[in-house]
């Protein structure tokens, strides 16, 4: 059984590394790397009203990978900026030409116009100031009436007059002025810009969650208030021999999630051989990884036997 133990912070080994990375690069036969039991060494004291959700994250350091990363962040945050530009100059364009279709609805009859002179008397003479009625849990919060099959005198006055009035001020709308060429033009530029910007801010965030999906995994979340916990057989990450691996052991949070353990370590040929890697760190009593290689690769002559518990 192979044991790695905590040998400190994972940038400083990462560069102390990198030399021997770019010499000898990492092997293209893949392997699917998988948790199987982590046994820590006590549960976090910050638990005090509920069992620990642990997880389990695996990184690959990939330099490429990492630069290309890069590129995509700096090239993204700069169509989000030309984005917002566009959008500033856009809307109100769109408010003038949306102001400008607006048609103003059918104007009230003989009978509503004097329906709505009555309402509003009454409500003079009620003392009304507010043209609606609201009532909760089959009470009127203006007059305290409890009936629930009907409103209260007051509030059905309200409603009627709420109706009447917004139907005469929609009668009543004026549209506005229509956009000049210049500015339909401009109009037209500025929506067929704005969704090139969007579909490349779409495919950059595609390609992002592409490139974090390949040098970073993590196990399913285990609520458990025991020591030793188990994920299961799932794979959660492709690796490849002479590999740079960070392995985390993460106690999920709403406010951010708490690091239980660290370590980073090179993946050899022999422990792809071995098809298992036994981790110790801080607060960590073992961590076991299990390597299976993808399916069409040929696998070591010993790679059947039964991994250890």
């Known amino acids: 059984m192979r044991r790695i133990r905590d040998i400190g912070a994972a940038a400083a080994f990462a560069a102390a590394l990198a030399p021997a990375w770019a010499e000898q690069p990492p092997s293209r036969a893949e392997w699917r790397l998988s948790v199987g039991k982590l046994v820590v060494t006590h549960q976090p004291a910050s638990d005090f009203w509920s069992d620990p959700d642990y997880y389990v994250q695996a990184t690959r350091w990939d330099p490429p990978l990492t630069d290309r990363r890069h590129r995509i962040l700096v090239e993204r945050f700069d169509l989000r900026a030309e984005e917002r530009e566009v959008k500033s100059e856009r809307e109100p364009l769109v408010a003038k030409k949306q102001a400008s279709e607006i048609v103003p609805g059918p104007p009230l009859n003989s009978e509503e116009e004097e329906r709505l002179a009555t309402l509003l008397a ?181 790679f059947a036997r039964r991994f250890p518990d």
């Open 122 to 302: 009454e409500a003079d003479e009620a003392d009304l100031t507010c043209p609606g009625g609201d009532r909760r849990q089959g009470s009127c919060t203006r007059c305290s009436a409890s009936d629930d099959s009907l409103p209260c005198r007051r509030c059905r006055i309200c409603e009627a007059l709420s109706d009447l009035r917004r139907r005469k001020a929609a009668s009543e709308v004026v549209p506005g002025e229509p956009l000049t060429e210049d500015e339909a033009a401009r109009l037209l530029v500025l929506t067929a810009r704005l969704a090139e910007l969007e579909d490349a801010i779409s495919r950059a965030t595609t390609e992002l969650d592409e490139i974090a999906s390949s040098v970073t995994g993590r196990t399913h979340v285990v609520t458990t208030g025991a020591l030793t916990i188990h994920f299961g057989p799932t794979g959660i990450l492709g690796v490849y021999a002479g590999d740079i691996l960070e392995i985390a052991v993460l106690e999920s949070d709403v406010a951010e999630d708490d690091l239980h353990g660290r370590t980073v370590f090179r993946l050899e040929q022999g422990m792809l051989d071995a098809g298992f890697v036994d981790l110790v760190m801080p607060n960590v009593r073992s961590l076991q990884l299990h390597l299976q290689p993808v399916p069409g690769r040929s696998p070591p002559p010993d």
